[in-house]
């Protein structure tokens, strides 16, 4: 069943990873943090498939990519919470001093890399005869049960700050809702996940299998946070300009629309041009624009005009 579960895991994140490639339209830093934070997720999860199944042991030299692998979808999440609420469209100092804790993490484990053949097939044998021991061994110059310990609570750290980031930023109108709420699932879901890790690694009982609780939890969270996407298309594309979806338009000529309600359309259309690329497309028009904001065109015409003295006009 675990072995399912994984491989199912493994399956759509390669989906979801294709999928941005090829469909996204958020801006290239926010775009990049996106697909690096599924890639590594993608492929911690094919790696414990292949320790569940034993195929580990065709393959020694990818044991020792599993601790920076595990950082690296940390600190990718993290970079694009903060490019999400802040609008950041390129690395900060912080994000760049953020990015260090996976190489530091890839240095301690660096000299596995260079063991012989045999002692890495011996290392994965003990491992397979005893999946909890993974917790325990030493990999590099790094302790297994240190390594993960301090995992869950980078985890647990990360994950809060996020969720505290987000639900503060929900009620801006300038923001995709559906991603936000998105986003607090996810972070959701890692905070459980990771304090679930601690309390298994604090109390670990020698009858009870650690490794395979925090597999299913691992490729669960997984399916989860990779399959909601694709029901809200928003995440996915970065905006619904590529999304067909028709919009019922208003009989009324003329709307008087309320001051606070007309500063938060400017906040939702200034807030489109500075966080998109999608209005670059030489078919980009109206109807795109009030399908992000999800109103009538009719309404968008006259917000337009009262706030800017001019009607749309495509750039281009």
């Not at 072995?3 to 990873?17: E, L, R």
């Not at 490019?83 to 190489?103: G, M, Q, W």
């Not at 993974?134 to 990999?139: A, G, L």
Request: proline share 4%; aromatic share 14%; net charge positive.
């Amino acid at each position: 069943m675990l072995k399912t579960i994984q491989i199912c895991a493994v399956i759509i994140g390669v989906i979801t990873f294709l999928v941005i490639v090829f469909k996204h339209k958020r801006n290239t830093y926010q775009k990049i943090l996106l697909l690096v934070y599924v890639l590594s997720l993608t492929y911690y999860s094919a790696l414990v498939y292949l320790v569940k199944t034993g195929l580990i042991i065709n393959h020694p030299h990818l044991r020792g990519t599993g601790p920076p692998v595990n950082f690296v979808h940390l600190v990718t999440f993290m970079l694009f919470v903060r490019s999400t609420v802040k609008n950041i469209k390129a690395p900060k100092r912080i994000d760049l001093i953020l990015l260090c804790i996976p190489i530091l993490i890839f240095i301690g484990v660096a000299p596995f890399y260079f063991q012989s053949v045999e002692f890495k097939i011996d290392h994965i044998q003990f491992i397979l005869n005893n999946e909890d021991s993974i917790f325990y061994i030493t990999v590099g110059y790094i302790s297994a049960y240190w390594n993960f310990l301090t995992q869950f609570m980078v985890g647990m750290l990360f994950s809060s700050t996020a969720i505290y980031m987000l639900t503060k930023r929900i009620r801006d109108k300038s923001k995709s809702k559906s991603e936000i709420i998105w986003l607090i699932c996810v972070s959701s879901l890692m905070f459980i996940g990771n304090f679930i890790g601690i309390i298994s690694l604090l109390f670990d009982s020698t009858s009870f299998d650690t490794h395979s609780l925090a597999s299913y939890v691992f490729a669960l969270y997984i399916i989860i946070i990779f399959l909601y996407p694709f029901f809200e298309p928003r995440i996915l594309y970065g905006a619904l300009i590529d999304v067909k979806k028709k919009i019922s338009g208003t009989q009324d000529t003329n709307i008087e629309f309320e001051p606070k309600d007309l500063i938060g359309y400017r906040e939702q259309i200034e807030g489109f041009f500075t966080s998109e690329i999608s209005y670059l497309k030489p078919d980009f028009r109206q109807d795109d624009l009030a399908k992000f904001i999800s109103i009538p065109k009719k309404e968008l015409s006259q917000i337009t005009t009262q706030l800017y003295q001019k009607n749309f006009q495509p750039t281009h």
